[in-house]
């Protein structure tokens, strides 16, 4: 397998064509994508190309709740209600920061960036439907370059539990299984694995997030080459690597 | 960055000498180490090395815990009992399953596994040390080869919170830093950032575990070429990878 960090030509702006920048991107770092290859991508190049940088100032209405919160965790009113009108949940907070859910995904902020945005005072939302982004841009790509199998994950980095730093999360794929499931399976002697399911999107956005950096790089795509994923052309369910909180360890044990 | 599975000439044994079962399957797949390489190791392979594959039915005084335990979530006493041993604590449980705490680590079952240890009845428990084994290793393996920069990653996989799937996690390592520190550094406008720093050698174990797999692959080695971390000779302090738990997100919001 063969990682490769790709420079974007120029820093890309607000509704820039997200499929011709990174066949752009492709040509400017002289790759010929080959069979079996997934492109993994930073959530924020998604988001710009989605318009989706806007100015904090422009935020209006600020609900009681936001100013509430804005207050107890020590945020802008404009910052809390743009969290609030992007999270599904409010999962609770920090000073500084607030932790929620979004699409059913633990993330910091709703999933708002303020690095990487632009100029002071702009910040990058999640791109509207990450699963729908990926499926366009596999499609359109396998047909441009000839491929059957190719996929494509969107991905953002988040905190995990009692570690230090970020690792890597995808918040949207296509083109490969999310999930392997080894249940069933046989181990080095032969016995059945009773538990395993493995998190390959996941591991392959850490993967990418290896090489891409999280700082000033500009290289927010990554070529995973000679993949071991089952490709797929099929769609992939939008919550296929949720577990649902009745069944999840965290959850049952921590959160009462 | 290039990423290698690298198979073993046959199944290793209790006992058997950890640097020379690298070097043999270094050999064995006709690998010449190069400068700026990472070795990620699965956790079963260096626990077996130290004959830490154990038989469950030789677990004697069952403690009144462990009874209470085994009884509350459905387990073999005598596995209970082991856990215990094995984990600094015991956060919780689900049927079948034990959480715990081990050298800061949330894990299930204290690090205990019962795939790829062997036949029926006996189970691998976590290396002794493992950051002291990877430090072995780095030496060893720098003075053989004559290498400057090279690192070891001793690695487990484990569970998210409300995702499927398990992700690598790296338990013990040596010879390069494993958090990279973004705070300060300038995004790609300009701005410092504010949080970021990155969990590089789980980062990393993620990538192994792509290649790795859980099952019958008999790969327990991965090799990481061309690496970009920042390596080092200096001893890696085992609390580095850790968030005080009064800073931690998680923690904070959900443990009360």
Redesign the interface.
Known sequence: ????ALKTSH?IKNNENLFEVICETLDYNKIELTERSVIVIAETLVGTSENRIIDIESVKNISEKAEELALKYQIDPKFAQLVLEESDEI????P??L?TEKN???I?NGGID???????GKVSLWPRNPFGSARDLVQKIKQKFGLTDFGIIISD?R???????????AIGIDGFHP??D?RG???????E????????A???S??A???MG???E?TPCVLIEN??VEFTNDPIPQD????P?KD????????K
Chains 1, 2 share one sequence.
Request: glycine share 10%; with cysteine.
């Open positions: 397998m063969k990682v490769t820093i999962v609770g907070g920090i500084g920061m932790f059913g995904i633990l910091a303020e690095s990487n945005s632009g100029i002071e980095s905190v995990q539990p009692i570690r230090k730093g970020v690792v890597g999360v999930i392997i080894c399976r046989k181990d080095l002697f032969g016995h694995m009773k538990w395993t399911t493995r998190a390959i996941d591991q392959l850490d993967t997030h290896v090489v999280e700082c000033d500009q993949c071991p296929s690597m949720l577990m909180k999840d360890l965290f959850y049952r044990i921590w959160k």
